[in-house]
């Protein structure tokens, strides 16, 4: 497994040419686009680990999912569903088209950033800080790190250049989807400047590939809501390109604009992949490339 991981990292590092960094934030295009790094963890708790895997990044539109998660643990499928949609969508993962449209302002899903600034408006707490923090400690009960916590200059940088969230919300404001913006988009600012690295992201994957069991043994998502995100990472996890990964690599995947990918096999290991070299669809060229070459290796496809 070692050797085979160092093997990919060489093999399409050299891709990262193809692509950019996430320029429209600040701080995410001071990252370096020809970083490449991927981790693997067991159930057992083995580790495999290859090229920048130490790199610390923002989870980005990996946060989706886990303040998904801690909505549904709030309100339950039916509260958090009769705001946000289950359906994949062919769009940008910042467009507002489906909106306009729409008999009703629903967006179509958690994964696109419309919807998930739905979700975090229901995350319950008395403060901004204690709603945000909720999501902060799951990441960490997740990857089983206590240190984990935001990267306060990303969040900095989002906050003050979010124009295109910023008509999302007040469009989702005026449709009444929700009712405070700026409270709630600093929630979403906040979870998507969640820092980790490869090996955080591995456990947070194998967290869901064991239906919400950490690797040490204590439960810390209902199995059904951990089911259920991995649903929505099969069909939304990679903005409009889900189908095409769906097809290409065929496991479960959310990614976000950092360059990182968290990935998993129901049952058999956590995957976290960075590379923040992007495609136009906003995922990692390089990340994208390594986890077809590695699924096709070892026949990881869940179809």
């Known amino acids: 497994m070692q050797t085979m991981l160092e093997s990919l990292v060489e093999k399409h590092r050299p ?25 693997v963890v067991d159930p057992a708790g083995e580790v495999h680990a290859a090229g920048d895997y130490r790199t610390r990044f923002t989870l980005q539109s990996i946060s989706k999912l886990v303040s998904l998660m801690v909505a549904l643990m709030d309100h339950g499928e039916e509260g958090v569903f009769s705001k946000v949609g289950m359906e994949p969508t062919g769009d940008p993962f910042h467009s507002l088209y489906k909106l306009e449209i729409a008999d009703e302002a629903k967006p179509l899903n958690p994964m696109i950033n419309a919807g998930a600034i739905v979700v975090s408006s229901l995350i319950r707490g008395r403060t901004v800080e204690e709603r945000a923090e909720r999501v902060i400690h799951l990441v960490r009960e997740m990857a089983d790190n206590p240190d984990i916590d935001m990267n306060r200059a990303v969040y900095r940088s989002e906050r003050d250049t979010a124009d295109r969230n910023r008509a999302l919300a007040y469009f989702l404001k005026g449709c009444g989807v929700i009712d405070e913006v700026e409270e709630t988009l600093d ?117």
Request: hydrophobic share 40%; charged share 20%.
């Open 187 to 303: 929630i979403y600012f906040r979870q998507c400047s969640i820092c980790v690295d490869c090996i955080d992201l591995a456990r947070m994957g194998l967290c869901l590939a064991q239906n919400g069991v950490t690797l040490r043994g204590k439960r810390v998502i209902p199995e059904d809501i951990a089911r259920l995100a991995k649903t929505f990472m099969v069909t939304c996890g990679m903005y409009n390109a889900s189908g095409e990964f769906a097809i290409r690599v065929g496991i479960p995947a959310k990614s976000g604009v950092s360059g990182g990918i968290l990935a998993l096999v129901p049952g058999r290991m956590g995957i976290g992949v960075f590379g923040p070299a992007l495609d136009k669809k906003g995922n990692s060229i390089t990340g994208t490339r390594l986890l077809e070459d590695f699924s096709k290796k070892l026949g990881l496809s869940i179809f």
């Open 15 to 39: 891709a990262a040419r193809e692509g950019k960094v996430a320029e429209y934030i600040p701080e995410l295009a001071k990252q370096d686009p020809r970083q490449l790094g991927v981790a």
